[in-house]
């Protein structure tokens, strides 16, 4: 249910493991059973879960009045780029529109090839992104002509990671978005998961991502160039905001119409 918090996976503490090695330990092959304890109204609650593929649309979209477009972007897969292309061409569609918000507020990044694809969207020049591998082998993404022209504000906090980082810092050093919000998780890596035949995992750590500048803000995070600090009582009800009630929302906005 919404608002449920996940305790536990498969007995173990999910507070103990960390978010990605809870992540790895939910997902798993289709049809197979989990079991999760949930935190809800203040009772721990055990339920036994079948794991399906979940299709969702990872990009939404709505105008702010007339003249905003509004994009949230849950995470990047093989899907987004083309969802976010949709989006957009709606959004430069509309006369007198004065710029785009790209929410990526606790998204947690996801796939490689669908966040360089994204950023191929506003990127028309140089290198999108570069990957280093543990060896010091480097693979380099340049961008491809025909990228948007568009004021953009990008919002991120401290649950935006590893993917959507790269979204919010390379968009920011190439096509000149401004960043509202708080520093994100600093996860500039990618990494591998090795199952062991005891029934535990491997994370290790592949690649280290590399911005348009170079830059790699692992253990570091993006730093916004406005920081605007979301009071622990919106943060509790984030999902149930309205516009004037979201603060880092409300300050992208009044950006983009030259009144922040």
Do not use: W
């Not at 949230?72 to 785009?100: H, R, Y």
């Not at 790209?102 to 996801?110: A, E, F, L, Q, S």
């Amino acid at each position: 249910m919404v608002g449920d918090l996940i305790m536990e996976v498969e007995g173990e503490s999910t507070v103990a493991m960390g978010f990605y090695p809870s992540v790895n330990k939910i997902a798993g092959k289709e049809n197979t059973v989990v079991n999760i304890t949930v935190l809800r109204g203040g009772q721990l609650i055990p339920c036994d879960i079948i794991r399906e593929v979940v299709d969702i649309p990872s990009v939404e979209f709505r105008m702010i009045g007339e003249d905003i477009g509004y994009i949230s972007i849950a995470e990047f897969n093989s899907k987004t780029p083309d969802q976010l292309k949709e989006k957009m061409e709606k959004i430069i569609g509309i006369s007198g529109v004065k710029g785009c918000i790209i929410d990526v507020r606790n998204n947690g990044g996801g796939d490689a090839g669908g966040v360089i694809n994204s950023l191929d969207l506003f990127i028309d020049q140089g290198l999108i992104v570069s990957f280093v591998d543990k060896n010091g082998n480097k693979n380099e993404y340049p961008a491809h002509e025909g990228a948007y022209d568009i004021p953009v504000v990008i919002l991120t906090n401290e649950s935006t990671a590893s993917a959507a980082e790269l979204f919010a810092e390379a968009i920011r050093e190439s096509a000149n978005a401004r960043i509202v919000g708080t520093t994100t998780y600093g996860k500039g890596v990618s990494q591998s998961v090795i199952n062991l035949r005891d029934g535990t995992a491997l994370v290790v750590t592949d690649t280290k991502y590399y911005t348009p500048n170079g830059q790699n803000y692992d253990g570091i995070g993006v730093v916004p160039d406005f920081e605007v600090i979301m009071p622990e009582e919106q943060l509790a009800h984030f999902y149930e905001l309205t516009d004037s009630e979201d603060n880092q929302l409300s300050y992208g906005i009044n950006l983009l119409k030259g009144t922040g």
